[in-house]
């Protein structure tokens, strides 16, 4: 059974930045893409930012580039999104996903089975 647990988030002015994590068992760590997606209000769920297993190579959508950092913690099993310099339109719920990792980055939500329960960020201008 694969379990996310995340937390950080909350509210920030823009320009602040914010970090969340997203914590899971060895197993899950060691042999799944853990990645983060964003929803905002009426939208649909985006692909915003994945480091790999292994050589840790990180993607990034192009709206978040140069602001956000994706990490992770081996000793922690957990990974991490550093988020500096955020704008009032990256507010919404933040997810961390999970799928076997087969060597792709895979961007769609529907590709993704399991779930965090989901954390708002909220940035104010």
């Known amino acids: 059974q694969v379990h996310l647990v995340q937390s950080g988030g909350g509210l920030v002015q823009a320009g602040g930045s914010l970090r969340l994590s997203c914590a899971a068992s060895?197993?899950?760590?060691?042999?799944?893409?853990m990645v983060w997606f964003r929803q905002a209000p009426g939208k649909e769920r985006e692909f915003v930012a994945t480091v790999t297993l292994g050589v840790p190579n990180t993607y990034y959508s192009d709206s978040v580039k140069g602001r956000f950092t994706a990490s992770r913690d081996s000793a922690k099993n957990t990974v991490y999104l550093q988020m500096n310099s955020l704008k009032p339109e990256d507010s919404a719920i933040y997810y961390c996903a999970a799928r076997l990792y087969a060597g792709t980055i895979e961007r769609s939500a529907e590709e993704y089975k399991y779930w965090g329960q989901g954390t708002q960020v909220t940035v104010s201008s």
């Open positions: 060895e197993q899950t760590f060691n042999n799944y893409l």
